[in-house]
Each structure stands twice: as structure tokens, then as C-alpha cells.
């Protein structure tokens, strides 16, 4: 299993242990609810009772303060109205809101009541009491308590989503900037210290050239240009993590001169082509292209597993002022599940392979050049487009990388 799948399964198991979290939260909260609701009702049931029986104790020597207590103290909002419809008393509203101040004095504010009671009418049925032979109807409502306690786990999974999410934005970010100075240190190293053999390699085939006659040797001609190759190897390890000189090339010859280079060094089993339009240009740095473009054509070299080719095709998109360069291989595909997680660092399908190209290529294209890369189309068994966007000359601005 590469790095890339563990780090993945790990966010998946953390993230199922959240939402076990939150569901295990909400159910103990509504078991919680219910049991206040329960209560409520019971409290309800009460107020019910102690009014009906108030009424014929209140001119007797049994009606007591402790039948008062009873009735006033409740917490449940509760409205009373006759058979029409009226409201006849009240019990437990925001005393704010009962009544307000005008110019006669105090009075009920009808809205209100009126908004209370149908919001009790949709949640509950009502309660009928007979007091002295004339019906009433008692409605009740959850508590303001009950109420915010029911969307109570709901906010504390808001607020734990909200926190997580700005927690792993944080801790991304800080791996990335940490990655990316582990990245540039290394790469400055390493073209620290291919220096010194270049320049041996450069002093020996000088002395092979004139101590045996070697001058027109293909051998030593190729050994030059794989010599050639190293310094700009050198070069393109040099420039990471500094801002690149960004020049007006013919996107065709840059991609045309690589494929000479790169193709006389695999597989004659494999076929390559360029078509599209010949006059196409962008700012590129050349060095650091050129990177791109081995990056992905040795990737569709190594997906053909037997003969196979390898096209480029290049097209201006005028409305947009953009370049397009499709990079198209006929070998085993790529899953469409897997179209964004081929440019993690770490993700590979070969036995032998650190999976950093195409990670390596996605950074050179979007920050380096502003450009955009990804896997335009792929099937199993027959191949895989890869697309790279950029912007043409003229609408060209740089970015600071």
C-alpha cells in the first residue's frame, strides 16, 4: 500500500470515528429530550388538574397558597381559550411580550398571543377542562429550555465540523509550507552536488575527443548530449523554489526539439506524434517545460505495456486565449476514481517508484507557469488523455510562485 492510500484510509477511519461521535451525541441528547418532554406533559397535566379543581376550592377553607404554587410556578407556556376560540388565561409566556404600554395604559399585545397559540395548536392537542359546567381548552408548548436543548446537538456538531475543518486547514497548510522547504532544500542540494561530476564528465570526454581522434564519434556526440542533459537537469533543480524567467516560445518547437531527445532513448515499440497548430505560443521556461513534458511522457511510456504510441496535440482556444496540449498514450488507463489522486506525491502503481512526477508536474504547471493540468479522459485498457492548460502570450500576467 503506497503513503498516499494509508494517509487516505487514515482520514476515512477518522472521520467515520467523528460521525459516530455526533450520531451517538444526537441520540443520547434526544433520549435526554424525550424525557423533559415526558415531563413536561406530566407538568401539564397538573397545571390542568390543580386549575380545574381551583375554581371550587378558591371559596373554600381547603384552597390553599400550595394550590397558587402549584399553578403559577410551572415553566411550560400555556394558553387558555373557551369553545370559541378566546383567550381566557395564561400561564408561563415572556412576561416581556404579554402586555405592552399605550396610550390608555397597559394592555395585551394580541399578535403575540396569537402567534403563541398557534405554534402550540401545531405541537400539541389541547387539554379540555370544565369549570363549572362551561368548557375551556388548555394548549402547551416545550419549554424555551427543551427547545434549544433539542437543536442543542446540532450546533455541537456545527461548531466540532467548523473547528475540525479549520484545524485541518491549518495543519495542511503548515505540512505543506514544511513540504515545500524540505523540497527546495533538496532540490538545491542535489544540484549542488551534481555539479562537480558534470564537470568531470565534461573534462573526459574533452580528453577522449583529443587523445583518440573521437571528434565525429556518434558515441561521444550522444555522450554530449546526455552530458547536455544532465546540466539542464542540473539547472531545473537549481530553480525550484525561486521564481522562474518566464519567455515567448512556439509551444510546437519547444515539445518538438524534447520528443527528438526523448525518443531515441525508449522503446521502439513506441511510436510518438505531435499535430495541432505549429504557431501557438506561450511564456514557458523552457527548462522547467521541458521537465513537464518528460514527466509526462515517460509516465505514458511506462503505462504501454507492449507496443503502443504516444500523440500530442496542441490547439489554441481563441474565445478563451488559452493553449491546450492533450498528451494521449494507448496504454492500461487510469480509474476515474483515481483521476486527482495520481497527482498526490506518493501515489504510484509501479513496484519501483517514489510516485513524485506527476505531483512534480501539477506544482510546475500551476505555480510556476499559471497554467492547469489534469487527467481530461481515461479508460481501462485503452489509454488516458492528460490535458495542460495555458494562457497565450498576449494575456499572459505574471504571478508571483
Known amino acids: 500500500m503506497n503513503p498516499y492510500e494509508k494517509k487516505r484510509r487514515w482520514k476515512f477511519f477518522l472521520l467515520i470515528f467523528a460521525i459516530l461521535i455526533g450520531i451517538a451525541s444526537v441520540f443520547y441528547t434526544d433520549s435526554f429530550v424525550k424525557k423533559m418532554q415526558r415531563e413536561e406533559a406530566n407538568q401539564f397535566q397538573l397545571w390542568v388538574k390543580v386549575t380545574e379543581r381551583s375554581a371550587m376550592l378558591y371559596d373554600n377553607d381547603t384552597y390553599t397558597e400550595i394550590v397558587d404554587f402549584v399553578r403559577k410556578n410551572t415553566k411550560v407556556p400555556v394558553i387558555v381559550t373557551d369553545s370559541s376560540g378566546s383567550i381566557i388565561s395564561f400561564q408561563g409566556l415572556d412576561s ?3 402586555i405592552y404600554e399605550d396610550a390608555k395604559g397597559l394592555t395585551y399585545d394580541p399578535s403575540y398571543f ?11 392537542n389541547p387539554a379540555v377542562m370544565n369549570i363549572y359546567g362551561i368548557k375551556s381548552y388548555a394548549y402547551y408548548k416545550d419549554s424555551f429550555v427543551l427547545t434549544q436543548l433539542r437543536y442543542f446537538p446540532y450546533i455541537q456538531m456545527g461548531v466540532i465540523f467548523l473547528f475540525l475543518l479549520t484545524a485541518y486547514a491549518a495543519f495542511s497548510s503548515a505540512r505543506r ?3 515545500d522547504h524540505v523540497w527546495v532544500g533538496l532540490a538545491k542540494e542535489t544540484a549542488h552536488q551534481l555539479g562537480t561530476p558534470i564537470s568531470s564528465l565534461m573534462a573526459w570526454v574533452e580528453l577522449m ?8 564519434d556518434p558515441l561521444i556526440a550522444e555522450m554530449e548530449n546526455d552530458i547536455k542533459r544532465l546540466e539542464i537537469i542540473t539547472d531545473r533543480f537549481s530553480k525550484i523554489g525561486s521564481k522562474p524567467i518566464l519567455e515567448d516560445h512556439v509551444v510546437y518547437i519547444v515539445i518538438s526539439d524534447f520528443i527528438r531527445y526523448f525518443k531515441v532513448r525508449t522503446s521502439d515499440k513506441v511510436k510518438f506524434s505531435i499535430t495541432g497548430d505549429e504557431q501557438v505560443r506561450a511564456m514557458l521556461n523552457v527548462p522547467l517545460f521541458d521537465w513537464v513534458t518528460e514527466n509526462l511522457l515517460k509516465n505514458a511510456a511506462n503505462a504501454i505495456e507492449n507496443e503502443g504510441s504516444i500523440s500530442i496535440n496542441i490547439i489554441e482556444n481563441l474565445a478563451k486565449e488559452q493553449v491546450f496540449i492533450d498528451v494521449t498514450d494507448t496504454g492500461k488507463g487510469i480509474p476515474r476514481s483515481k483521476f486527482d489522486a495520481v497527482f498526490q506525491p506518493g501515489y504510484t502503481t509501479r513496484k519501483r517508484g517514489w510516485g513524485l512526477g506527476l505531483s512534480l508536474t501539477k506544482r510546475i ?16 485498457g485503452k489509454g488516458t488523455t492528460f490535458r495542460i492548460i495555458l494562457k497565450s502570450s498576449l494575456t499572459y500576467e505574471p504571478t508571483t510562485a
Not at 396569537?114 to 400539541?124: G, I, R
Not at 504547471?365 to 481501462?380: P, Q
Open 96 to 98: 416581556t411580550k404579554t
Open 365 to 380: 504547471v500551476e505555480n510556476y507557469h499559471s497554467g492547469e493540468i489534469f487527467v481530461k479522459d481515461s479508460e481501462i
Open 114 to 124: 396569537k402567534s403563541e397559540l398557534s405554534k402550540m395548536k401545531a405541537q400539541y
Open 177 to 179: 509550507d514544511e513540504q
Open 209 to 216: 575527443k583529443s587523445k583518440f581522434d573521437a571528434e565525429d
